[in-house]
């Protein structure tokens, strides 16, 4: 069993930077327009050629209300009829892309994200599931991962069973705080009856597992009124946990500037929230997986990170790593082998060169060797808490000495101070290191130095 993370405020304190929270390495800054249609179909035909397993993700953009924190491509409205014309267009993608691949090529892992998935109708929901079943290899066996995100105001149980029975065995739920205060200052008034009520639904229905989402560093938030929000979600007892850092960057994010940043708590108070956080969480027995993620020792995620076999991608931490990732739908990303692409994230440009029968790939890059190696160690540190050098260079053919060996007074520095304990062998991070993971892997990010940090979160 991994060690329990510890707590060190100093360490903290000194290394809570900004940066990457590596859902890929490259990350999505270094993407560039020189990356098309033709990149992607190239990649398409070498999935199907080695016949590799897929996962899909599917973007649903509409929310009926606006949370003024989010950060998600969205669109908000009150109009139901806006979906249709959307769904016109992705099915015509989903047909595309699907022509290009094999019907032997199984979807272990499927998961509509957004947005509120939950805003299309039920015979929406129903259509589109019936059509990525006409198209791809979907399981029938529920045994493929399979999962959506929920808003419980914008679902019961009636939506559930229909969820449950269109294949769906997976839920991630957006909680985000109970506090009403809180609720109020972001525009998200969610009950916990509203929320207890999805649960129950999806528990009694034999949803596999069920993910909430909590986010600290909201305005009006103390570490009082969130540790009782976190004892409810406790209470609830889901699968999996993600507490997310709010980053305020109202520059980028338009619906932030509603936000009173007056009534932001202070970087101390968020870092007792953390600290309470982890504290409820570990005495509850959950487990840190890393990166904001905590999971019961029982779940897939612990399981595979107790046996090295863990992986990250877009989707976040997966057992499902070795899949092709096809993503559908506006701004979506896709990785296929050393391709990564995105779609247009404008939705009336996404909508129009499909319109057109043109796949929507806007933007995307291709790994070089050195990405590649580079991908590989950020995955292990990130994933494993620790890095085998002998795996690395029997991979890529390398000394990793001599590789990285500009990078090695920056590695002293951070076992000198705790974070990792380095020898000729690897490295592990150790407990005090495993909250700052993602401070060690920037020091194996060749672009980090060219990027304006402003664009990404702090690490705490």
């Keep these: 069993m991994l060690d329990a993370i510890r707590w060190d405020t100093d360490l903290i304190r000194r290394y809570d930077l900004a940066g990457p929270r590596y859902t890929s390495y490259p990350t999505a800054v270094q993407f560039h327009s020189q990356v098309g249609t033709f990149d992607l179909l190239h990649a398409l035909r070498e999935s199907r050629k080695a016949l590799r397993p897929l996962s899909l993700y599917v973007h649903v953009p509409f929310c009926a209300n606006i949370c003024y924190y989010c950060a998600c491509n969205k669109v908000i409205t009150k109009d139901r009829g806006r979906a249709l014309p959307y769904l016109q267009r992705l099915e015509q993608e989903i047909q595309l892309i699907a022509c290009h691949l094999d019907p032997g090529q199984k979807v272990e892992q499927l998961h509509f994200g957004g947005g509120t998935p939950t805003f299309l109708s039920h015979d929406e929901l129903r259509q589109l599931m019936g059509h990525l079943r006409q198209h791809f290899n979907l399981l029938d066996d529920d045994s493929g991962d399979y999962g959506i995100e929920i808003d419980p105001r914008e679902a019961d149980w009636s939506t559930m069973g229909l ?40 528990r009694t229905l034999q949803f596999r597992s069920i993910n909430i989402d909590l986010i600290y560093g909201l305005p009006k938030q103390t570490p009082d009124n969130f540790a009782r929000t976190v004892e409810e979600v406790i209470n609830l007892q889901p699968d999996r946990l993600s507490v997310f850092n709010y980053a305020h960057l109202p520059e980028r994010f338009m619906p932030q500037r509603r936000i009173n940043s007056q009534e932001l708590p202070a970087p101390a108070e968020k870092l007792q929230m953390l600290q309470r956080t982890i504290e409820q969480l570990t005495a509850a027995g959950y487990r840190y997986i890393g990166m904001d993620h905590f999971a019961l020792p029982d779940d897939e995620l612990a399981i595979a990170q107790e046996e090295s076999t863990l992986q990250r991608n877009f989707q976040g931490y997966t057992t499902h790593g070795h899949c092709d990732l096809i993503g559908l739908g506006v701004s979506a990303i896709s990785q296929i082998g050393d391709l990564y692409c995105q779609n247009s994230s404008d939705l009336n440009q996404y909508q129009n060169l499909l319109g057109g029968a043109q796949l929507a790939t806007s933007r995307g890059l291709v790994c070089n060797q050195d990405d590649r190696i580079r991908r590989a160690v950020i995955q292990q540190l990130i994933c494993n808490f620790s890095l085998d050098f002998e795996a690395i260079e029997q991979q890529f053919n390398i000394d990793f000495r001599g590789y990285f060996g500009e990078l090695w007074p920056q590695l002293q520095a951070m076992a000198e101070d705790g974070l990792i304990k380095l020898n000729n062998e690897g490295i592990e991070v150790l407990p005090a290191g495993r909250l700052l993971v993602r401070s060690v892997c920037m020091v194996f990010d060749t672009y980090l130095e060219q990027q304006n940090r402003q664009r990404f979160s702090r690490v705490i």
Aim: aromatic share 2%; glycine share 4%.
């Design 163 to 202: 969820l449950r029975e269109l294949g769906f065995n997976r839920v991630s739920i957006g909680l985000q705080d109970l506090d009403p205060a809180v609720q109020r200052a972001v525009n998200r008034l969610q009950s916990l009856e509203e929320t207890r009520a999805v649960i129950e639904a999806a």
